[in-house]
């Protein structure tokens, strides 16, 4: 793999770690919502990454017989989790038997999944900045 290809990679998982902490944060934002437009509590939703690969990248690596694959993510969909319901009368969305129903996202759960976004993200950039690194030196050899 070369340094372009590395940093390639690299960029593309800063995408897709960038958007699974726009997720966790309407997660986290939404933790008290019990009422929807589409009714009920608000649904947590998770990411799903997969490799990447674009036509031309595929015709591209063909021709210089290497197989570099990044990541994108692949759909953000709501997590199959049940609701947690607890006895609150008084509230205006609890049932006729003063039940109400929370949303599906659980706080520790989602400030784990976000320092382990982060992490990956500072990881990534240490990438970028390593090939950065090996390409200046690679210049100076040159000289």
């Known amino acids: 793999m070369d340094i372009f290809s590395a940093m390639q990679v690299s960029a593309s998982a800063l ?22 437009p589409e009714g009920g509590p608000y649904r947590k939703r998770d990411v799903v990454f997969q490799s990447s ?10 021709a210089m017989d290497r197989n570099v694959q990044g ?9 199959s989790r049940g ?6 009368p ?16 659980n706080v520790e759960e989602e400030i784990v999944d ?11 950039i240490t990438a970028i900045k390593s090939a950065q690194r090996m390409a200046t030196k690679a210049l100076e050899i040159g000289r």
């Open 83 to 88: 609701f947690q319901t607890i006895y609150q």
């Open 15 to 36: 995408s897709a770690q960038r958007t699974r902490l726009n997720v966790i944060s309407g997660n986290l934002a939404n933790v008290g919502t019990t009422r929807t």
């Open 53 to 62: 690969q674009n036509v031309f990248e595929d015709q591209l690596q063909q």
């Open 90 to 105: 008084g509230h205006p969305d609890a049932d006729e038997n003063g039940m109400l129903t929370l949303p599906n996202v």
């Open 71 to 79: 990541v994108e993510v692949a759909q953000i969909k709501p997590n």
């Open 114 to 124: 976000m320092m382990t976004a982060m992490r990956n993200y500072e990881a990534n």
